[in-house]
């Protein structure tokens, strides 16, 4: 549902002519926010977090 979400803001953004954009989840929430504010405010994923390892032991594949 999140990925559905996500994908309907996104198209809008397109639809309304507003690029450089990214969605995003912010308080329970989608938002579109400027692709240079998100990459500007990095946030490391711990591997050891617990919803980390909850993905992948549901063999959710985080790209490693």
Known sequence: ILGLAFGVAAVDLIAEGRFDRM????NRQV???????ACAQYQAV???D???RTAR???ICLGD
Request: charged share 20%; glycine share 10%.
């Open 23 to 26: 969605v995003a989840w912010q």
């Open 31 to 37: 938002v579109d926010v400027p692709i240079a504010d």
């Open 46 to 48: 711990d591997p050891d």
């Open 50 to 52: 617990t919803l980390v």
């Open 57 to 59: 032991g549901l063999g």
